[in-house]
């Protein structure tokens, strides 16, 4: 059977990955199914830039928007998966290049591990922002990668999310590709309404197109 749909999505949970520092999943139940109690509810806490998610330009950006106030239509629509695998530390024009074509989509996502990494992974790849500067001249909306950002975990000057703040394209980052082919889908990954929050979570999907 033709595989329609491919969830890439990693796993939230405690032992999920997170930036140094920064807050991981827990959740605690506020009530619990008794009788005198007819359902369970939980409690969260996490980072919003936990899993899959989208950044907002408020994350590196003073004045920059929440998640809830950004456009959505960046993070649906057709985009063009690219195998650049183990080709770090930074992914240039000549990792992306076989992929690059007059009908590329408006968004790209880059597959750079064979297997994503069960922890934090201090070496991973990341976009050169020339890279990000030409992918914008091509009309691209939206970047996304399987790492846990698109600047090296020990970058300050956070050169290549400045390079999507000068030019207004927005970022999926954690994603998991490792059984997605190299071609064209439909991408679904629409963060939350967020009205305050530098980032947010999302479900991301692929769909076959037709």
């Excluded at 969830?7 to 199914?33: E, L």
């Amino acid at each position: 059977m033709t595989q329609l749909l491919w969830d890439i999505s990693p796993p939230i949970h405690g032992a999920s990955p997170v930036f140094p520092g920064d807050t991981r999943y827990s959740q605690q139940w506020c009530a619990t199914i008794t009788p005198d109690c007819p359902v369970n509810v939980s409690a969260i806490t996490m980072s919003p830039h936990i899993g899959a998610h989208a950044d907002a330009p408020l994350h590196y950006d003073p004045e920059g928007a929440a998640i809830g106030a950004v456009d959505l239509e960046p993070f649906l629509g057709p985009c063009r998966v690219i195998h650049a695998i183990a080709r770090g530390p930074l992914l240039r024009w000549q990792d992306l290049a076989h992929a690059i074509t007059p009908d590329l989509p408006p968004r790209v996502l880059v597959r750079t591990y064979e297997r994503a990494p069960a922890g934090w992974d201090e070496d991973l790849a990341a976009y050169a922002p020339e890279t990000i500067e030409r992918l914008a001249d091509l009309g691209v909306q939206l970047i996304g990668i399987d790492t846990a950002s698109i600047d090296p975990a020990s970058s300050k000057a956070l050169e290549s999310h400045q390079a999507i703040r000068r030019r207004g394209l927005r970022v999926l980052e954690n994603l998991v590709l490792d059984t997605v082919p190299e071609g064209d889908y439909e991408l679904i990954a629409l963060p939350l309404k967020l009205t305050q929050a530098d980032a947010s979570p999302v479900r991301a999907v692929l769909r076959a197109l037709p």
